[in-house]
């Protein structure tokens, strides 16, 4: 069974601020990465994947992946309250499905006014 | 609103009930599936169709059964749950494939008694 490993938090962080959220996974052969927000009693949505090596930017949001180190992290720049949310990393379980992942527990955010 | 609808979204019941979680996509999918959310513990995939077909069963207890009688619909039945069945149980949909991205419903939540 593959892992994924997350801190669960909460990570607070003041309102502007970077909030990084970290995630590691087990099998070295992992492919894709995927990041999910869930707010409070909402179901996740996705916001982020990332396939290879290196830094992927959408809007205030960066995935970063490095697969040497089996570490895959989402970072928020200019965080705003509406950031607080928990974040949940997936991978898929089989290389040949992207849509089976495994997930980690999630961090939870919160972004201080 | 994901084109992903979960109902009932709040069920009660007793151990020796049975009962059904429905759920229906509206974004022409291939593919949909079960995970189960418990407090404190990753999503934990329970079920997948692929058009129709069961492609995955986790290792779920009998006292689950999935049913998909067609690419849009998507049951779970219920009989003789235990309490630590209580968790929010959600319904997801994609395309399928490498690129897979799941669109969740809001859930339903279940309690056990």
């Known amino acids: 069974q593959k892992e994924v490993e997350q801190n669960s938090g909460p990570l607070s962080v003041p309102e502007g601020a970077i909030a990084s959220l970290n995630c590691t996974y087990s099998?070295?052969?992992?492919?894709?990465f995927f990041w999910y927000r869930q707010y409070s009693g909402k179901s996740p949505e996705l916001i982020m994947f990332?396939?290879?090596?290196g830094d992927k930017e959408d809007g205030r949001f960066t995935a970063q992946l490095n697969k040497a180190s089996q570490y895959v992290s989402l970072l928020i720049r200019d965080s705003q309250p509406s950031d607080s949310a928990t974040y949940l990393c997936?991978?898929?379980?089989?290389?040949?499905?992207?849509?089976?992942?495994?997930f980690g527990t999630g961090t939870r955010l919160a972004v201080r006014p | 609103e994901t084109g992903v609808t979960q109902t009932p979204r709040h069920l009660v019941m007793g151990m020796t009930n049975k009962k059904s979680l429905k759920c229906e996509q509206h974004?022409?999918?291939?593919?949909m599936y079960w995970y189960k959310q418990s407090a404190k513990k990753p999503l934990e995939l329970m079920f997948v169709?692929?058009?129709?077909?069961?492609?995955e069963n986790n290792s779920v207890p009998s006292r689950f059964s999935p049913e998909c009688p067609n690419s849009s619909h998507l049951f779970l039945h219920l009989h003789t749950l235990q309490p630590e069945d209580s968790a929010l149980y959600l319904c997801?949909?994609?395309?399928?494939?490498?690129?897979?991205?799941?669109?969740f419903g809001e859930g339903s939540r279940l309690t056990v008694l």
């Open positions: 974004l022409g999918h291939n593919a």
């Open positions: 169709y692929n058009f129709k077909e069961q492609t």
């Open positions: 099998d070295r052969g992992s492919q894709s």
């Open positions: 997936a991978v898929p379980r089989e290389k040949s499905s992207g849509d089976k992942l495994t």
């Open positions: 997801a949909s994609s395309q399928g494939g490498l690129a897979g991205e799941l669109f």
């Open positions: 990332i396939y290879s090596n």
